[in-house]
């Protein structure tokens, strides 16, 4: 059977509820969907696209372009395309929350979420720094972010912090817990049985043997190490500016990062378009796009729906192969 996979089509001032509608314009084999949000937004995309939706109740089958089975989670207030408004924040997490039940209860085999404003959120009075976040302390577990496209798959060990912050907060457990969750995720999620993780230095030249830092010979080398005993296959510490190279990474089935903007640049750059954003660790796959809410394109049509329909086949993919174990 396919899994049945929730979808929250994020930020409605945004072009999520756009790209929703688009994707649910053709008939899909490998999952079914159930959107969480705002009729009213869905049916206003659904108008300005001149496409067809019809929201069905949440156990429904689609049967024709536009059907979508769904769950209500009304706005505060009527949305308007590209004008975001704090008192819809509510909603928002309000959806991802309830999607994230679902999936925890085992209704939904995982969740695809559209981008969100992470000022607005905030501007609404909900201490908000990312939906990776938000799910991991819903979920309570402590999770990895992992951006993939066709070409790289980069994992990171911290995430949101001031640049000043990274050092102190790769310890000798963080580098653990990530590379213990990338390589169960590349093992279980994507079916590689011995996967081969690169591991980034934190400094230039991964530190150059102390003299630009002395994070790798203190910490990220012996933890890695202690790991290989472990019988998991490590390359590195390699520097940042070479190991994204292309003989290099034919080497690799994923990299692993110090901090967000050493391997995220180099993943987009690569290839945008199709690229996915992962939480790792949690109990049910999750999947997002990896582009914001494009509050100036939204409404017009004009917004690529790439990221979705990739984040979508990539979650029905890893909820098959969960089901499978």
């Known amino acids: 059977m396919r899994p049945d996979l929730a979808l929250v089509p994020g930020e409605p001032a945004g072009i999520g509820p756009e790209l929703c509608i688009r994707l649910v314009q053709q008939p899909r084999q490998d999952c079914r969907l159930v959107a969480f949000g705002d009729a009213d937004t869905l049916h206003a995309a659904a108008q300005a696209l001149a496409l067809p939706l019809n ?14 089975a769904f769950v209500p989670v009304p706005n505060a207030v009527p949305s308007r395309f590209g004008r ?26 995982g969740v695809v979420t559209g981008p969100v404003h992470k000022a607005v959120i905030n501007e609404g009075g909900i201490a908000y720094t990312g939906t990776t976040e938000l799910l991991a302390h819903h979920a309570g577990r402590a999770v990895v972010m992992m951006l993939a496209n066709q070409i790289v798959r980069v994992a990171l060990v911290t995430t949101h912090l001031p640049l000043r912050a990274v050092p102190d907060a790769i310890t000798e457990a963080a580098l653990r817990h990530a590379v213990h969750t990338t390589a169960q995720a590349l093992r279980e999620d994507f079916g590689i049985a011995r996967p081969r993780l690169c591991v980034l230095g934190l400094n230039p030249h991964a530190g150059e043997e102390g003299h630009l830092g002395r994070e790798e010979l203190d910490l990220i080398i012996p933890t890695l190490a202690s790991l290989r005993g472990e019988d998991l296959e490590l390359i590195g510490p390699l520097p940042a500016d070479t190991a994204f190279l292309p003989d290099k990474l034919a080497g690799f089935d994923a990299v692993l990062a110090m901090y967000h903007d050493q391997g995220l640049p180099v993943l987009k750059y690569s290839g945008f378009e199709q690229a996915v954003n992962l939480t790792l660790g949690l109990p ?3 999947v997002a796009v990896d582009h914001g809410t494009a509050l100036a394109l939204a409404g017009q049509g004009v917004a690529d729906p790439s990221s979705l329909f990739a984040a979508v086949r990539t979650c029905a993919a890893m909820a098959a192969r969960r089901r499978t174990r």
């Open 284 to 286: 049910y796959p999750r």
């Open 55 to 68: 929201l069905l109740p949440a156990d429904a089958q689609p049967q024709a372009p536009g059907d979508l």
């Open 84 to 109: 975001t408004d704090p008192r819809n924040a509510a909603a928002v997490i309000d959806a991802l929350l309830a999607a994230a039940d679902g999936c925890i209860a085992g209704r939904f085999a």
